[in-house]
């Protein structure tokens, strides 16, 4: 198993920056994609932005030239440096850690953490 936890979620205004981090413990043998999603209220959860482990990132195109991921394999973190944030950008940000070994797909979740954005 993979635990995940999540942090730097917080309160902001319209302009301002957010740095969230997560970092992965327990039984790792490799993390091929750690992303970021979000889910805002009433809304389906979507891919924020995604590095895989040679470092390709991948964004959505909402936060293009705004957000920045970046990833740690030694230490097996990911971090999410939010800049330029948008009141719509507010939502649970919830970090993923995926694998595929011998056949088999792992997904792991973090609990979530709040990133709110006023106007």
């Known amino acids: 198993q993979v635990q995940l936890v999540e942090s730097g979620g917080g309160l902001v205004q319209a302009g301002g920056s957010l740095r969230l981090s997560c970092a992965a413990s327990?039984?790792?043998?490799?993390?091929?994609?750690m992303a970021w999603y979000r889910q805002a209220p009433g809304k389906q959860r979507e891919l924020v932005a995604d590095?895989?482990?040679?470092?390709?990132?991948n964004y959505a195109d909402s936060v293009k030239g705004r957000f920045t991921i970046s990833r740690d394999n030694a230490k097996n973190t990911v971090s999410l440096q939010m800049n330029s944030l948008k009141p719509e950008d507010t939502a649970v940000y919830y970090c993923?850690?995926?694998?595929?070994?011998?056949?088999?797909?792992?997904?792991?979740w973090g609990q979530g953490t709040q990133v709110t954005v006023s106007s």
């Open positions: 993923n850690a995926h694998t595929t070994l011998l056949g088999r797909v792992y997904d792991y």
């Open positions: 327990g039984s790792i043998f490799r993390i091929d994609v």
């Open positions: 590095i895989n482990s040679g470092g390709r990132t």
